[in-house]
């Protein structure tokens, strides 16, 4: 089990995630290693959520059909929205894939205005909720795996009142360090290499999916793979863009 204090820990976590992304991102050169390589990651961040769970004993009220963590902002990582849509084009009806696409296109006409704090409290179900339960749950992006609550009170309230910000932890506080650093030794080992790691809106990042044949190919050439305007911004940091 881990801790804040327990430094050590997290460190081999992160050095273990980190190395093992990077090791399998050099030393294979097949195109879809690099979807297949994040996707193993992200499943070994779930692995790593169960054993420390299991380790610290606590457990967490999320479950099927609970889907007020749904309504917050999501943001994906080139990579993870490419798996997403993969899994889509693989499983999805035509009609069900149109409705994901209409679902993104309204959440995006809504949120794209937004600056970064208005877009986390716009409350919008995320275009991947069908019926209360996540569509795209075995490749769901890493946000969403390392989220978890004790409680569904919390979580109720917020979705409730999206304003009020102050709502106590309700994380596994184990749990979130040893996820949290998975997480980012994985997305740092793709930066590192080159990679558009960027938290882009998973509205638009569908959308561009969907829409854009060169976004993957842009993104396998290290390139931004998404429009800059999927990122929202906070007023300052768009003022100190243009100036
Ligand atoms: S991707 Fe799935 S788990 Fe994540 S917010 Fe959307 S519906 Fe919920």
Redesign the pocket.
């Known amino acids: 089990m881990i801790n804040e204090s327990n430094n050590e820990k997290t460190l081999e976590i992160y050095e273990r995630f980190y190395f093992k992304t990077l090791d399998a991102l050099t030393s294979k050169t097949k195109p879809q290693d690099l979807k297949k390589t994040l996707s193993n990651a992200r499943k070994d961040t779930d692995n790593l959520l169960n054993e420390e769970l299991l380790s610290s004993g606590s457990k967490i009220a999320c479950c099927a059909g609970c889907?007020y963590?749904?309504h917050l902002k999501?943001d994906v990582m080139p990579g993870e929205a490419f798996i997403i849509a993969d899994f889509i084009r693989t499983n999805f009806s035509t009609e069900k894939q149109q409705s994901v696409l209409t679902k993104a296109k309204s959440n995006w006409e809504k949120v794209e205005p937004m600056t970064y704090s208005e877009q986390f409290v716009a409350n919008l179900p995320?275009p991947?909720?069908d019926n209360g339960v996540?569509?795209?749950?075995p490749v769901?992006?890493g946000l969403?795996r390392i989220h978890h609550s004790t409680k569904v009170e919390p979580c109720k309230e917020s979705f409730e009142e999206p304003e009020l910000l102050s709502q106590p932890d309700y994380y596994v506080n184990n749990v979130r360090l040893a996820t949290a650093r998975s997480f980012i030794a994985t997305n740092k080992a793709f930066e590192n290499l080159g990679f558009d790691t960027k938290a882009y809106d998973?509205n638009g990042a569908l959308i561009e999916c969907f829409s854009n044949p060169h976004a993957e190919k842009r993104w396998r050439k290290m390139k931004s793979a998404f429009p800059k305007n999927m990122i929202a911004k906070e007023p300052q940091e768009q003022a100190n863009e243009k100036s």
């Open positions: 889907f963590c749904c999501v995320c991947l909720l996540c569509s795209v749950y769901r992006p969403c998973i």
